[in-house]
């Protein structure tokens, strides 16, 4: 079962435990963006988006943005602006969001999903050319 108002109290729980500090900056990031995922579940938009973007801020500090954990990041972006009817900036997010996963990853199923999820959003805007190419690198990379 899945709970996201506990989920909710224990990421800020743990970002209350982490020190605001360069050395945390990632798992600062990755608490956010987990947190930002929690209150959208519970309703919470304005506090999600709220939490994403302040992720998104401190991934892109970090590491030149090849975090692994930004491309996550950068799905919960995409879906928030998905389901907001968004379709052209969650399909941005999803481009990013895949081609970090693949200079992390390589050609993974965790690529391939990102593919998906772009091509999806693709769809949605009426490029069906462009969609289609992101399901050929799914396919590809084996999903």
């Not at 500090?21 to 309703?43: C, D, H, M």
């Not at 390589?106 to 769809?123: H, I, K, M, P, T």
């Amino acid at each position: 079962m899945r709970d996201f108002g506990k989920a909710a109290v224990c990421f800020e729980a743990a970002l209350s435990l982490l020190p605001d500090t360069e050395q945390n900056k990632a798992e600062r990031a990755t608490n956010l963006s987990n947190l930002a995922l929690a209150y959208f579940n519970i309703g919470r938009t304005g506090e999600a988006e709220a939490r994403i973007s302040t992720s998104l801020e401190l991934f892109k500090s970090l590491d030149e943005g090849t975090n692994p954990h930004y491309a996550g990041a950068l799905n919960t972006k995409a879906f928030f602006l998905f389901s907001a009817g968004d379709a052209a900036g969650a399909a941005e997010a999803f481009e990013e969001a895949a081609k970090i996963t693949k200079l992390v990853y390589g050609e993974s199923r965790e690529y391939a999903v990102a593919c998906r999820n772009c091509a999806y959003a693709l769809d949605r805007l009426g490029e069906a050319e462009k969609a289609g190419r992101y399901r050929a690198l799914a396919e590809k990379a084996g999903a």
